[in-house]
């Protein structure tokens, strides 16, 4: 759906070549932004450049590095004047076993993409945004953010970590009219959870846990980051946003009438 909601706008999308980030890339360009595409992943990101446009400008950057993501800062503010609009949403998955068993660089890894990299972002385009006088971020959290799921520990605590993160961010720069609010989706279908497919049933089996019965599209995780990015949340700070059928809606305890006669 296309219209001009946010013209003009300068908005950085991390991991914005592939799934959610990719989808939120686009709803922004239709809506009227210039988007800057921040990856590590320098083929896709030419690729998705090339098709969305001169809307769109792709800047390889790993964003678990703070030197890079301080240039790409730089370079955007050279480039466009300044930021409007920062999706934190770059991040890998991690299985790894449980805690004696994880792989402590492992850890590190998943707490330096998932968790060190929203610092990192928050740090160098902050300052930008308040030259601007405001702005928006929205964080990708997840609902492993929420609860626990097995073997997923350095995640979680990533995920964890950036909902709180995102709260005291709020606190912080509510008075330089900066509106912080993080998204926590469910299963989505992206690459990310792409290998499922491959695991027998595993599709099926999470599916029949979610209310809706399906995973989500990355569009309609784009929708609401879009909805928390615009003036249209502009009394929205702070807040913590499931997008996830409903998966954390119940107790997981069964249903009784199931059970009575
Ligand atoms: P994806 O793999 O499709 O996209 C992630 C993007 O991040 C990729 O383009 C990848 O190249 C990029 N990236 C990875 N490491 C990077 C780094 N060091 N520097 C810069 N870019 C890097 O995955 P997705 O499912 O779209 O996930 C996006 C976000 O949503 C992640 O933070 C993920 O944890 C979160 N999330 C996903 C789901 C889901 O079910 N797909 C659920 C909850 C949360």
């Known amino acids: 759906m296309a219209d001009s909601k946010f013209e003009g706008k300068v908005v950085i999308v991390t991991g914005g070549v592939s799934g959610i980030g990719a989808a939120t890339a686009r709803h922004f360009v239709d809506a009227g932004a210039r988007v800057v595409l921040a990856d590590i992943d320098g083929e896709r990101g030419a690729a998705l450049a090339a098709e969305l446009g001169s809307a769109a400008w792709f800047r390889q950057c790993d964003v678990a590095d703070l030197d890079q993501v301080m240039d790409l800062a730089e370079a955007v503010a050279d480039r466009f004047g300044g930021v409007d609009i920062l999706h934190n949403n ?61 073997g997923f520990t350095a995640y979680n605590a990533a995920k964890g970590a950036v909902i709180n993160y995102t709260r005291a961010l709020a606190l912080d720069h509510a008075p330089h009219n900066i509106r912080v609010n993080a998204i926590c989706p469910g299963l989505i279908a992206t690459p990310l959870t792409a290998p499922i497919e491959g695991m027998g049933t595993l599709r099926e089996t999470w599916e029949r846990g979610i209310p809706m019965r399906r995973a989500g599209m990355p569009e309609e995780v784009a929708r609401v980051v879009a909805f928390l990015a615009s003036d249209a949340a502009s009394y929205m700070t702070g807040s913590i946003v499931v997008v996830d059928g409903g998966a954390m809606a119940g107790t997981g305890q069964p249903k009784v009438a199931d059970f009575m006669g």
């Open 90 to 150: 770059a991040g890998i998955g991690c299985l790894g076993g449980t805690t004696p068993e994880l792989d402590v660089g492992t850890w590190h890894r998943v707490l330096s993409v998932d968790l060190h990299s929203v610092f990192y972002a928050c740090k160098a385009v902050i300052p930008l945004m308040r030259q601007r006088g405001g702005g928006a971020i929205v964080n990708t959290a997840s609902i492993s953010g929420l609860a626990g799921d097995h």
